[in-house]
């Protein structure tokens, strides 16, 4: 059992996404942190300055209209989140967390709600 919040760091995560805030989101990573995206095809993202670039356009076009909270729970090795951006596009994302409290793995696609309008996740 590790001694860290979790489902914490996932809602401070979803904060930094609200408040379009790139370098505190970048900073819930381990610096060799990957993201891989499956709403495309699977892409893999790893190191802050590819997630910086995964995240920036998406923060600057997305934290504007919203990130809402759906659903969060415990999973597997980590946290499972919905959210949604805008009250319609849905996200399904999965954290998984290094010993001392880092995202070190975040797998996204798209929510059973709307396959096929994932992008932004």
């Known amino acids: 059992m590790n001694d860290f919040d979790q489902m914490g760091i996932v ?10 805030d790139i370098e505190t989101l970048l900073d819930l ?6 993201l891989e995206c499956q ?3 699977a892409q893999l993202y790893r190191g802050r300055g590819e997630l910086d670039a995964y ?3 998406r923060l600057g ?3 504007s ?8 729970s415990p999973a ?11 009250g319609a596009l849905r996200i399904r994302a999965w954290f998984g967390f290094s010993g001392d409290g880092k995202i070190f793995q975040t ?15």
């Open 65 to 72: 209209v919203g990130f809402s909270l759906e659903e969060i």
């Open 76 to 86: 597997s090795a980590g946290i499972a989140l919905e959210y949604s951006i805008a």
């Open 29 to 34: 990573y381990a610096d060799d942190a990957c």
């Open 55 to 57: 995240w920036r356009p």
């Open 11 to 20: 809602v401070d995560w979803l904060d930094a996404c609200r408040k379009g």
């Open 107 to 121: 797998i996204c696609e798209p929510a059973r709600h709307n396959p096929r309008d994932c992008c932004s996740c």
């Open 39 to 41: 709403c495309h095809g």
């Open 61 to 63: 076009a997305f934290s």
